[in-house]
């Protein structure tokens, strides 16, 4: 058995809003084709795609949102929110595979099988409990939050986002909740969706002073990453979570589209490795990564797969 395992296969590369869209079905394959370029697929477990199933989303999401999702997946007309965020026919059992592979890696890392695990096309972190937002149906990063708790009892949970967007439908549906550490460098939202994410929000009422965010100028480079990470690193010591949740978004490497980051794939890579360290000292070595955003291919095949190099280390 390998030390990682990353879900491959085409139902996850559903979740995608058309060919020609940034966030295409094709992205999965993009990421795949480089894997096994780098010979990556043979040193890691491959995992099939889970459905998960329609109650898991209300541990995050409210009822009534679940059934305007459901709705628009069955139409596949307008949008799921005010015009970021296309409804397509399927979007329901798309939105799922992702939220049941999540689900799969979590029952997989909790019971030791295997503690290091990579989902991409997961990490749609601005959908809110009750609205789909920026390219995101349902909030994996949430009903993972929500399932450690009500299932495995694990309460102290580190999330860690390093997409150039601010992580807003993790960050306000935990603000309150000093036992949700969230670290996030992103771009200044002054110059980008969502606009969120001042250094000054560190949490609410009896979470202030819980949650770390490191808005970053439009053109920071890795220079600019690696002046900030180890404020991370000693937030999270501090902090010492019983697991890591990576966001590891691609759209912060130099070249994407739609940001203006420029960070390099190293990055990512060291990100993961630093947290895979944290994961060792403090989680019995537990960390579940998800690929998050990324709109040039050739920076999430990088990106990513430099994510799933060092869950090999
Ligand atoms: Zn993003």
């Avoid at 390093?162 to 000093?178: K, L, Q, R, S, T």
């Amino acid at each position: 058995m390998a030390i990682a395992s990353v879900y491959f296969g085409e139902h996850l590369g559903r979740y995608g809003f058309g060919e020609g869209h940034p966030f295409g079905p094709d992205r999965i394959h993009a990421f795949w084709n480089e894997t096994v370029k780098q010979g990556i697929d043979k040193r890691v477990d491959i995992l099939p795609p889970v459905a998960g199933d329609e109650k898991s989303l209300l541990r995050f999401h409210t009822p009534e949102y679940i059934q305007r999702v459901k709705a628009a997946s069955q139409s596949g007309l307008g949008y799921l929110d005010h015009g970021d965020t296309p409804a397509f026919k399927g979007v329901l059992e798309a939105g799922l595979y992702v939220v049941g592979s999540d689900l799969d890696a979590l029952a997989r890392i909790v019971s030791g099988e295997t503690p290091r695990v990579f989902v991409p096309i997961a990490g749609l972190h601005h959908a809110r409990r009750d609205a789909a937002a920026g390219f995101c149906a349902f909030n994996d990063c949430g009903i993972i939050i929500e399932t450690l708790r009500s299932h495995y009892a694990i309460q102290r949970i580190a999330y860690i986002d390093i997409d150039a967007h601010h992580g807003d439908g993790v960050f306000y549906a935990y603000e309150d909740d000093p036992d949700v550490a969230i670290a996030d460098l992103h771009e200044d939202g002054r110059y980008l969706y969502p606009g969120t994410g001042a250094a000054s929000e560190t949490g609410i009422g009896a979470a202030v002073g819980t949650k770390l965010n490191i808005p970053l100028a439009p053109g920071s480079d890795d220079q600019v990453f690696h002046r900030a990470w180890p404020q991370v690193e000693t937030y999270l010591r501090a902090f010492k979570p019983e697991i890591i949740l990576l966001q590891a978004g691609a759209d912060s490497i130099e070249g994407d589209p739609i940001t203006h980051l420029r960070f390099s794939p190293a990055a990512h890579a060291h990100a993961t490795a630093s947290l895979i360290k944290i994961a060792d000292e403090f989680c019995q070595g537990r960390i579940i990564a998800m690929g998050g955003g990324g709109y040039n291919r050739n920076n999430l095949a990088l990106g990513w797969n430099e994510v799933l190099k060092a869950m090999l280390v």
